[in-house]
T-cell receptor
């Protein structure tokens, strides 16, 4: 595997379910990010991790819980989501948190029913 | 309040001609600007960037222009090719709270017609 991978690519979940999104980067980078892209809206930054420490939480509701166990892996734990949380969730990585260029995964298309 | 705006949701250009995609921003703190390209079912891929201390950066068929006084940047693709058909996102960057924070525009869907 190369670059940034995300699993699953598609996810349908009910409002009472608990699920997790997984991201893995194979680039040796030290910073990772979660973005959300809702329909007809720009990408919105949710979380930033640098060397497994969270450095940014962009006012995201607590029903989204990130986890970064090491510099290659990033998770987004989901629980009691709302239908308006349906969106494309993109993971990205960069060499370090002050690098401008970010490398994106293909995203997970989440539908909350 | 959207800090980065791409006012054209779509653009159609004839193959071989120039494609010009535009982007406006409002925050003077942004010090670096990037263009990303996105194909369906793939994540955005980095295309070209420009520092706020420059007004032009060129890479092959792609050139980005920055007008700081107008808070405007544009991406020129010449000549346009069918493989350039994709959604293009403008992004602006500022270093806030220990990390480079990218703010994206809504995207412009470019279609190159043969």
């Amino acid at each position: 595997e190369t670059g940034v991978t995300q699993t699953p690519r598609h996810l349908v979940m009910g409002m009472t379910n608990k699920k997790s999104l997984k991201c893995e980067q194979h680039l040796g980078h030290n910073a990772m990010y979660w973005y959300k892209q809702s329909a007809k809206k720009p990408l919105e930054l949710m979380f930033v991790y640098s060397l497994e420490e969270r450095v940014e939480n962009n006012s995201v509701p607590s029903r989204f819980s990130p986890e970064c166990p090491n510099s290659s892996h990033l998770f987004l734990h989901l629980h009691t989501l709302q239908p308006e949380d349906s969106a494309l969730y993109l993971c990205a990585s960069s060499q370090d948190p002050w690098s401008y260029e970010q490398y994106f995964g293909p995203g997970t298309r989440l539908t909350v029913t | 309040d959207q800090q980065v705006k791409q006012n054209s949701p779509s653009l159609s250009v004839q193959e071989g001609r120039i494609s010009i995609l535009n982007c406006d921003y409002t925050n003077s703190m942004f010090d670096y600007f990037l263009w990303y390209k996105k194909y369906p079912a793939e994540g955005p891929t980095f295309l070209i960037s420009i520092s706020s201390i420059k007004d032009k950066n060129e890479d092959g068929r792609f050139t980005v222009f920055l007008n700081k006084s107008a808070k405007h940047l544009s991406l020129h693709i010449v000549p346009s090719q069918p493989g350039d058909s994709a959604v293009y996102f403008c992004a602006a960057s500022a270093f806030i709270q220990g990390a480079q924070k990218l703010v994206f525009g809504q995207g412009t869907r470019l279609t190159i017609n043969p």
